[in-house]
């Protein structure tokens, strides 16, 4: 999913790195860190980045790959949990070159705002309408994954479809993403689910403190 230079117009570009960055001055505005949220923030960034780092190419010129955006809204929180995937995207395109710096705005509002937000706000949905137990748990996180990366994958065909610089309009690479991301997204949605049951009974704390969609409310 992450979309290297030259795929993205200008016009594009510009409003992608706009989206981005107003999202991060909110981020860095709303969180509030705790110990133990803190101490997880590497950790997960570094799984999170050697998975990302694990392509498959699919038809219509692009890739499939874990995200970890929902698992990181869900553990962190939307704020915190974007800059850890910020961080992760940020080093993987200046060092590995895993993306491009043009569209670094598209990558990280594909991954580390829409996967996130859109993950986060499932997991809550679900366990704040079947309860807080495993079983709300186990599916808030898998829809979180699941639903989250199908649509950071339409989101990601949407700006290369409409962009000039790309050879395939949206008639293509909309369906191409949102259909892979669908398919393939249940792999994703296994994984966060899974990371999240093992993770809750030893640090309960964690998923405790995600109690409203505002971070700032959360410490």
Not at 2 to 19: K, N, S
Not at 84 to 113: S, W, Y
Request: some cysteine; hydrophobic content about 55%.
């Amino acid at each position: 999913m992450h979309i290297p230079d030259g795929f993205l117009d200008p016009v594009t570009i510009a409003i992608t790195y706009m989206a981005f960055i107003a999202y991060l001055v909110v981020a860095l505005t709303r969180i509030k860190v705790s110990r133990e949220k803190i101490a997880l923030v590497p950790v997960l960034a570094a799984g999170i980045f050697a998975a990302q780092m694990l392509n498959w190419p699919i038809p219509g010129g692009t890739s499939l790959h874990f995200v970890g955006g929902a698992l990181a809204g869900i553990l962190l929180g939307p704020f915190l949990g974007f800059l850890t995937l910020f961080l992760v995207l940020f080093i993987q395109c200046l060092v590995f070159h895993d993306g491009g710096i043009t569209a670094l705005g598209a990558n990280v509002l594909n991954m580390a705002v829409i996967d996130v937000l859109v993950g986060y706000g499932i997991y809550k949905l679900v366990t704040s309408t079947l309860g807080d137990n495993r079983k709300s748990r186990l599916i808030g996180a898998f829809l979180g994954g699941w639903i989250g990366i199908t649509l950071a994958g339409i989101a990601c065909g949407l700006e290369i479809g409409f962009s000039p610089s790309f050879p395939y309009g949206v008639l293509i690479t909309v369906p191409v993403m949102g259909i892979w991301h669908l398919i393939l997204g249940v792999v994703e949605g296994v994984i966060t689910a899974l990371v999240v049951d093992y993770l809750y009974p030893r640090l309960p704390q964690l998923l405790l403190m995600q109690q409203s969609l505002s971070e700032g409310s959360q410490e």
